[in-house]
């Protein structure tokens, strides 16, 4: 280290003690404000009845004691909420004070006399007087500077307009427990040096945040405020993923007072990825947003009256299913059309054609006789104006049974079941009934009359009780047959497009059997709402305003379609990769990415090639496994080329063994052995645990630990391990798995290696030789 630099050393270390000195002043301040409404709340919760005039005498004194109740707790919630919130401040706090800033520049602003020395961290700190920025957030206008420029002319926006200047300095910082560990002038990108460090070091079983290091085509995505719908497509390991993240913790900030976490939601393709992202905001100093599958989505849709296949089962059936049968071909032609956006003008069509006939509803029973046949049902339906809509003649049809339903009640109270049903009562019925008499006055002191009240009230209390239920089916309008109006599409499609697959006669009957039996295949259940929805029309009550979809190429069109419909109001962001489509691969269905122009309105659309997460050694073989591979851009960060082995099938285990303690010796800490299919990672799982001590990964597991983990392909999606061993790559054959082969390969941030017992995988034969290893132990 030059003088020059040691000096800089020396002066922005005590700049960082100078720093980290003012924090423990806040911090104590904090604590010490933080205890004093802590101690308020514990106390207005023990005395909130001392503190509250409850009376009950007069209706007067009701009301009193009422707003008495409501004022109560209004200064408990708001004694809470403050809580919360200095809670929040002092764990920003430790956190700045554990690494207070990443990075500086200094900006000579066009017409200023003096340059503004600019600190970046993941929050903002004023000094004592509160004047001066000791921190600037990451997320304000200014700190873009740092992610977009190189020393030299540089601008930013601010609400106000553009601010032009000259960045005289870019510096970067590693501070760990308030000291610098490391310090880099920079250049042309966010340092190399800084990059190299971050991503030479070992994967965890989190996600970790990069606002240090946001490169500016990411920075560009991050802060996007325009776009209604925001298209990234990058490849694998370039940061889709992470560049999402970064981009909630800056809408929460951009628009704070406006926007919170729960009017964001995340789609996620599984529960593990889920809990693999889950620190990154906190980590941030942000709560973290909503996050569900579609999958979860669909269940709280369906899951009452279906067995719902997932998509892991669809792709289970896709990857062990025999290509040579009939039915497996029937399958894939159905998925693949199913998925389009023909299909979903089909059902348009079929919904029209219901506004006139053809609606199926379903019998309305009550102890085994029928109360409303489906046919008065249908016949009331049709019965209603043609012009309204079908969601509000359901309404309205809603609103006739339930008037219906009451009258009936009536009529039921004198039947002979009641009487013996109400000697079944237990004493809290009666003495519920007991109140209601005493309440309404309706006593008249006549022994006999008293008697007859009290045993109509028990009839009409036993029979409201039988008929709850199905006042409950009428009010969610279980009484349509939506199973047999879905059904009924397969057979009415035949008549109105001419668009249809070929064998779609086989098609119907394949699906409408897996209906009858109410299993929904996976392909069907986004149709199925969304006819469903146009029956029964959806209010859009939900609060979410921003729509995240991650892995966006698992989505078909008619999927994003059906989303679109459902948050109609909501800014969408959608990361993806055409070449880790898996699932469409696998059948060749088109995906909403496939192409941009059927998303129409207002899309931005960025894309990413380079490519942070793998060795350049490894990127070398994985961009040569796709088309277009040439395009993308590894980061320069050396190791070794991907290897692999070729062994007999009963030396496979063997082979694993060595390869993870060899991974272990030289201290690689996550390791995936990675398999084709859930049978096979269970087979394998079963042979290696008595030599070494590893998870299973199933479709269910929320989350795993740091280790050895065997895990089926399509669940490995956008996570990454040190290392990975790929179980068996010569089971990867068909051409339609080269896309899970390109996404299983592009998993390992280290070190890649193949195990082969039927010779390389036919997909390989692209690579260039010179890009992988090859040894043989036969
Ligand atoms: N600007 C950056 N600075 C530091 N690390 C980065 C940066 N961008 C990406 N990375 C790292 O690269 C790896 C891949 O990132 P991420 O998972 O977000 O990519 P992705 O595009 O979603 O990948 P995939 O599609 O393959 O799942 C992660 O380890 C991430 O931390």
Known sequence: MSDLQSKDWQMEQRRVTTVVNEIDKKINKLKINAGKVGSDVLEIRKDFWEDVTVNMDEPDDMIETAASIKQQAELLSERERTHKHLDKHLKTLSRLKYSPYFGRIDFLEEGEESTDQVYLGIASLMDEQDENFLIYDWRAPISSIYYDYAPGPAQYKTPEGTIEGEMNL???????????????????????????????????????????????????????????????????????????????AYLLYRYRGTLNSENIMLFSPNPLFNSYVATVLPELGEENMQQSTFQEYLNSRLGREFHIEDPFTQMEYLLSGDDQEKEYHTRVEGIRFKASLDFKSIIDRYAQGLVKKGLIFRDLSFRGDVLISKKEIHDYF??????????????????????????????????????????????????????????KNQFSENTFDDFEQEQKLLAEMVVKEKFKPLFVRVKSLRFIDT??????????????????????????????????????????????????????????????????????????????????????????????????????????????????????ETIESFVLTKTYRSTKEIVNFTSSLIEGGENIVPFNRPGRKPLVTIVKPNEIIEQVIKKIKDFQNEGHRTIAIICRTADESKRAFEALRTDIPLHLIEKGTISYEKGILVIPSYLAKGIEFDAVVLYDCSQYKKESERKLFYTVCTRAMHELHMIATTGISPLMEVAPKDTYSLESNN
């Open 382 to 439: 049709y019965s209603l104006e043609e012009g309204i809509s079908i969601p509000n003649r359901m309404q309205l049809v809603k609103e006739w049974l339930l008037r219906d339903l009451k009258r009936k009640v009536r009529q039921e109270r004198s039947r002979s079941w009641v009487e013996e049903e109400v000697q079944f009562l237990d004493k809290e019925d009666f003495m519920e009934v007991f109140k209601k008499l005493q309440e």
């Open 170 to 248: 870019k510096r970067q910082f590693i501070i760990r427990a308030s000291e610098i560990k490391g310090m880099f002038d920079t250049g042309v990108t966010i340092g190399d040096e800084m990059l190299q460090e971050v991503l030479g070091n070992n994967a965890s079983t989190q996600m970790k945040s990069i606002v240090a290091t946001i490169q500016r085509e990411q920075n560009e995505i991050i802060r996007n405020e325009r776009a209604k719908i925001l298209i990234v497509q990058g490849v694998a390991g370039s940061g889709k993923t992470s560049a999402a993240l970064q981009r909630v």
């Open 483 to 600: 199973p047999k109006i879905y059904r009924q599409l397969f057979k009415y499609a035949e008549y109105m497009d001419e668009r249809l697959p070929v064998d779609w006669e086989q098609i119907s009957n394949q699906t409408v059997g897996k209906l009858k039996e109410m299993e929904i295949p996976y392909e069907d259940a986004t149709p199925y709402v969304y006819l469903q929805d146009l029956i029964e029309g959806r209010k859009n009550k939900s609060a979410i305003r921003h729509i995240f979809i991650d892995e966006a190429q698992d989505y078909s069109p008619l999927q994003f379609a059906f989303i679109q419909k459902l948050f109609p109001f909501c800014k969408m962001t959608l990361l993806g990769d055409f070449n880790q489509a898996i699932f469409s691969g696998a059948t060749g269905a088109e995906t909403v990415l496939s192409d941009l122009n059927i998303l129409g």
